[in-house]
């Protein structure tokens, strides 16, 4: 490994056995990623956050939700009320993790066209060839 790679945490996620590799995993996640995203703005209950992330079922912002909380990355409070109310927020560990993927998620938005302009291109060289 390169010193521009290692870790000084011990880990090496380039190793098949690496424990970082189930966190990988879980950010690989699109649905994680604007999750969080989303919550980073602050608390917000499951509708609020189904109505902001067009496209994930009920299901899956269930899923998703339940592995943020398992990996402390978010906070579920439920409230003493009928109906119960339930509201999420980012932890310390979530919020330092949604700083890096807003930075992503600019780059993304910014080069979107960059991106859907060189997959044009490469389907008409495919067609071409």
Not at 73 to 79: A, G, H, M, N, T
Not at 98 to 110: T, V
Request: charged share 30%.
């Amino acid at each position: 490994m390169d010193s521009e790679e290692s870790s000084p945490f011990g880990y090496d996620a380039y190793r098949r056995t690496c424990p970082s590799h189930t966190v990988l995993e879980m950010l690989a996640s699109k649905w994680v990623y604007l999750v969080v995203c989303a919550l980073r703005r602050g608390r917000m209950r499951n509708g609020e956050l189904a109505r902001k992330l067009e496209g994930i079922t009920p299901k899956m912002l269930t899923q998703t939700l339940r592995v943020l909380e398992r990996d402390g990355l978010v906070r579920r409070e439920i409230f003493p009320v009928i109906p119960p109310r339930v509201e999420y927020e980012l932890t310390e560990l979530g919020q330092n993790l949604a700083g890096l993927l807003s930075q992503i998620r600019a780059w993304s938005e910014q080069h979107a066209p960059d991106i859907k302009e060189a997959r044009a291109r490469a389907i008409m060289e495919g067609e071409a060839a």
